[in-house]
């Protein structure tokens, strides 16, 4: 009996020991990963969350960067709900954008990758006419369209003359304005051009094969091989395009300094023609940088922050399905 | 009890950083080494001016410099008042700063963007009063004299005169109507309908002309006395919209769009009314210096903007650049001699006048007669003397009213604004929360 106890007790302390020996191999695991992963974390913390909860907190202020921050509470959401009359076209505005823009750019950019996966010859040539307008500045690409599409000097509007074809005001008129910065936009699409190309070229062959040799079609081998062998690829570029639109900036800001009837000051134009061309971003680069209302430049950078991420989760867990059979 | 540990230094962590950011600036200037210092110092002024422009402003600052030989002063040219407030806000303000928007200088005043100037004037005996009133709605807020004006822009309205006697027209128009005549009988079109040469641009956002410079022929009354804008209650904002729209109208909207998108740039040999393409606009003092560079066999004429009422014609509207101290400014003393200077030295505004075609901002320079050289600049100059002229009210919200009205003024011009009345009382009731907007946070 006593030798019993003693092996038993004997084995529990040997388990004790494998036990501790196991948890200090674990810890040291732990440590040499946490140890990797430290400049990241570390950059995590300084670089984003702390710039989040810093911009979290000033939202709920007033704050012009020169004098302390004044806590106001709720003020600044208000402001934007009930004061500030700019926001409602310019939510509009990036919400149609959003909407109409990142369809098209996807849809002209996946038929442009589809037919350069087939060119055999000078497919080198395509991918760099394609890719050539993302090395462009898009403050000097902006510049080009705004000369292109020039109402009264523009070559595009000299050649609808010459066919006959009525003239739009372009960028001077709010109906075609969003228009031109579509085209803008669609024009500077090459790096989705070059990932859905990719994503292309890497469908299997023998599934293409398979396909082909089952009956079906062009059509129908893009529908059901090629489209969700990439469809992982078309969600990454569809969030990308989200973000996006609802960040868009530089080019509506040019268009709109450059175009609003040269009435000398920036500001006076942001948004023109009509704020047809006011953007979320510009509001809050307005309210932010022009009248240093910080706080409530940062209330608007958190709903903007917010709307993103919503945006985002929303595509992610609608098409989780089609990806992983039954949404695991 | 550990992970409570844990929270409770990371909030206090937080905590520590978040103050360390809303602490703001210190509201001291830089050193204060008093005015009877004359230890050898070199001052930065930052300013807007670029090329030609800037050596003029330099040969000032040498003569300041032969005034006050332990002051060297080096002048950072082509700054924005954006780039002067990312400075200040940065904590690497210039010592003295020049704004040209004036429109801006009482959100400096009510932000501590600019020192309050009040204490340096009354210790150093400048006599405010020869200083032109009508600058003080753009140095002064809220009982703050935070600027003092150097020099400034008066807009007038300068006509073709060739396009004139060519359309039997034999003088500049008095009254808003008359200007309208004028523009129809100046106005030529080609064969397609098109616009081939405009009488005027009624847009109230093309070059100068904008609700400031229009709006001061009009006695529009900005804010009223309890502080709240006036674009709703005032009738004479719609009596603006409403005459700027039918001679929108008489154009046609599109066609006016077309023809201003096809026009040159504002500042360069292009200028439309320099070229003849337009043949009355509303523009600025300097216009005179351009044409003299840029068009030298242009003739033209200057005359006073029209007016709703007679008695006030010959007046305008006046804005300009302003001096300020920023907010961090190393040397505040030395940088006040230069502003006191700048701004009220006869022989400095003089100069600069004659140099830079801005008008003076004293009374003793703008009597000057040495400045009085050019038959059309001197319209100008007798705008800003007459006692109606006007500024543009500040408010803590700086050009955002200015440029909320903008933007009325184009949806208006373009058709979409169904009902003008109550468009404006929205425009005010905007503007006003922009202004309680801005003014929430300098309370302190």
């Not at chain 1, 020996?21 to 440590?31: G, H, K, T, V």
């Not at chain 2, 002067?84 to 400096?108: E, I």
């Not at chain 2, 064969?191 to 009009?218: C, Y």
């Amino acid at each position: 009996m006593t030798s019993i106890t003693a092996e038993v007790h004997g084995r529990t302390v040997d388990a004790r020991a494998r036990g501790a020996a196991r948890r200090r191999r674990r810890n040291r695991s732990r440590l040499t990963i946490l140890a990797f992963l430290s400049p990241g974390l570390v950059g995590l913390v300084v670089f984003f969350l702390y710039p989040l909860a810093a911009n979290l907190y000033y939202s709920f202020t007033h704050f012009d960067l020169m004098n302390s921050a004044v806590w106001a509470g709720l003020a600044n959401y208000r402001f934007m709900l009930n004061g500030d009359r700019q926001i409602g076209d310019a939510l509009v505005n990036t919400l149609v954008f959003c909407v109409i823009a990142v369809p098209v750019q996807l849809l002209f950019a996946l038929g442009v990758a589809s037919v350069m996966a087939r060119v055999r010859s000078g497919a080198g040539i395509y991918r760099t006419l394609f890719y050539l307008p993302t090395l462009l500045p898009p403050v000097a690409a902006t510049l080009a369209f705004t000369f292109v599409l020039n109402p009264g000097t523009g070559p595009v509007n000299a050649i609808l003359k010459a066919l006959g074809l009525p003239q739009p005001l372009w960028f001077s008129d709010p109906a075609y304005a969003k228009s031109g910065l579509l085209m803008l936009t669609v024009w500077g699409i090459g790096n989705t051009i070059v990932i859905l190309l990719a994503a292309t070229l890497e469908v299997p062959v023998e599934l293409q094969e398979a396909a082909q040799l089952d009956g079906a079609n062009g059509t129908k081998r893009f529908w059901h091989v090629t489209l969700p062998s990439i469809a992982p690829v078309l969600l990454f570029s569809t969030i990308i395009g989200v973000i996006q639109s609802l960040q868009i900036f530089t080019q509506p800001y040019v268009v709109s300094t450059i175009v609003g009837n040269g009435s000398g000051t920036t500001a006076d134009n942001l948004g023109y023609p009509q704020n047809s061309m006011l953007f979320f971003t510009e509001v809050l680069y307005q309210q932010g940088f022009r009248y240093f209302n910080m706080g409530y430049a940062a209330a608007l950078s958190m709903v903007l922050f917010a709307a993103t991420l919503l945006v985002t989760l929303v595509l992610v867990r609608a098409t989780r399905r089609q990806f992983h059979g039954d949404g695991g | 009890m550990r992970k409570a540990l844990i929270s409770a230094t990371a909030l206090a962590i937080a905590a520590t950083l978040l103050a360390g950011c809303t602490s703001g600036l210190s509201s001291s200037g830089g050193a204060t080494s008093g005015s009877d210092d004359k230890t050898p110092v070199t001052i930065t002024m930052w300013s807007f001016f670029t090329g030609r422009e800037k050596s003029d402003v330099d040969a000032r600052l040498a003569a300041f410099h032969k005034q006050y030989p332990w002051i060297t002063v080096k002048q950072v040219g082509g700054q924005s008042d954006d780039t002067l407030l990312q400075a200040v806000r940065g904590g690497t303000a210039p010592d003295l700063a020049l704004s040209q928007n004036s429109d801006a200088v009482s959100s400096y005043c009510a932000t501590g963007t600019f020192e309050n100037l009040q204490a340096r004037i009354d210790s150093s005996g400048v006599a405010m009063n020869t200083i032109l009133p009508s600058t003080k709605n753009y140095t002064k807020y809220a009982g703050k004299q935070c600027a003092l004006p150097v020099l400034a822009d008066v807009y007038g309205l300068y006509y073709n005169t060739s396009a004139f006697a060519k359309a039997g027209i034999t003088e500049a128009p008095k009254t808003w109507d008359a200007l309208s005549a004028d523009a129809k009988k100046l106005t030529t079109f080609n064969p397609d309908g098109s616009i081939k040469t405009a009488g005027f641009i009624p847009f109230l956002d093309f070059f100068e002309n904008n609700v400031s410079t229009v709006g001061a022929g009009w006695g529009l009354k900005w804010y009223e006395s309890n502080g709240k804008a006036a674009m709703g209650s005032d009738p004479q904002w719609a009596a603006m919209f409403d005459w700027q729209k039918k001679l929108v109208d008489w154009y046609g909207y599109s066609k006016l769009q077309k023809f201003v998108a096809g026009l040159g740039a504002e500042f360069s040999a292009q200028n439309p009314f320099q070229t003849g393409k337009i043949a009355i606009t509303v523009d600025g003092e300097w216009r005179v210096a351009f044409a003299a560079d840029q068009a030298k066999d242009f003739s033209y004429a200057t005359a006073p903007i029209p007016n709703v009422d007679a008695a006030k014609y010959g007046s305008g509207l006046i804005s300009g650049t302003t001096v300020g101290i920023p907010q961090g400014s190393k040397h505040p003393d030395q940088a006040w001699l230069l502003a006191k200077y700048l701004a009220t030295d006869t022989s400095n505004l003089v100069d600069l006048t004659l140099k830079l075609r801005n008008v003076p901002t004293t009374t003793a320079s703008l009597k000057d007669s040495s400045i009085r050289t050019d038959k059309q600049f001197n319209v100008m100059l007798d705008i800003a003397a007459n006692k109606y002229t006007t500024s543009v009210p500040g408010t803590p919200a700086g050009a955002a009213p200015r440029e909320l009205l903008t933007k009325f003024a184009q949806s208006w011009e373009a058709g979409k604004v169904s009902n003008l009345h109550s468009g404006l009382a929205q425009v005010a009731k905007q503007i006003d929360s922009q202004i309680a907007q801005a003014s929430a946070g300098n309370s302190q």
